[in-house]
């Protein structure tokens, strides 16, 4: 089947670790994109990907990185310089064409802190 | 700074009832609005509205855009406890960054029996 496949679902970060979210889709979708979302307070964009080997932050990329290396792929790694990561993290691809197109998300991973 | 807005933030009914959610915006560049459905973990596509006036439809679901008023609208009717979820706005603010959206704080549903 066609998706976004995000991994783990689950994950615990101790105090100044580096942990990596995994995201891979088979949609052929040339954009990719990472968003936070908090209680109350909807998605934020962190890091956006248009075509690989290229991407641009998005509103709240302080304390993250992430890396295009294939189109399939676009992982993101939380920081130890992230003082607040506990959120779900959402990941999302969509064609990139001049006519609109929507985006398609994953499951999710939730990231708390031990 | 783009901005939207959704209201009510969080809404009560019981089934068969028939409920009307709102999204304003204010964007530098807009090219289209989106509406989502959030149920437990990824949000899943409803509608894309592009041109004011043009209402989408999809079963109990519709929708409209009010470009010159820059609001939306997300009627359900008849609604069922299946509908219960948080319902997303976003908008797409163009420009060189393709599919950049901007999203709502979400309306929490709740759909007793």
């Known amino acids: 089947d066609g998706g976004i496949t995000q991994s783990p679902k689950y994950l615990f970060r101790k105090e100044g670790q580096n942990v990596t979210l995994s995201c891979e889709q088979n949609?052929?979708?040339?954009?990719m994109y990472w968003y936070r979302q908090d209680p109350g307070q909807g998605l934020r964009l962190i890091y956006y990907?248009?075509?690989?080997?290229?991407?641009q932050k998005g509103d709240i990329a302080e304390g993250y990185s992430v890396s295009r290396e294939k189109k399939e792929s676009f992982p993101l790694t939380v920081t130890s310089a992230q003082k607040n990561p506990t959120a779900f993290y959402l990941c999302?691809?969509?064609?990139?064409?001049?006519?609109?197109?929507?985006?398609?998300f994953g499951d999710g991973t939730r990231l708390s802190i031990l | 700074e783009d901005k939207v807005v959704q209201s009510p933030l969080s809404l009560v009914v019981h089934e068969g009832d028939t409920v009307t959610l709102n999204c304003s915006y204010e964007?530098?560049?807009?090219?289209?609005l989106l509406w989502y459905k959030q149920e437990k973990k990824a949000p899943t596509f409803l509608f894309m509205l592009?041109?004011?006036?043009i209402e989408k439809k999809s079963g109990r679901l519709s929708s409209i855009l009010d470009k010159k008023e820059l609001f939306s609208i997300l009627n359900i009717t008849a609604t069922q406890t299946g509908d219960s979820a948080v319902y997303l706005c976003?908008?797409?603010?163009?420009?060189?960054?393709?599919?950049?959206?901007?999203f709502g704080q979400g309306t929490i549903l709740t759909v007793h029996p």
């Open positions: 964007v530098t560049n807009f090219r289209s």
């Open positions: 976003a908008v797409d603010a163009g420009g060189t960054s393709y599919g950049k959206l901007t």
């Open positions: 592009t041109s004011s006036g």
């Open positions: 999302a691809s969509s064609m990139v064409t001049h006519s609109n197109q929507p985006q398609h």
């Open positions: 949609l052929n979708h040339d954009a």
């Open positions: 990907s248009q075509i690989v080997n290229d991407f």
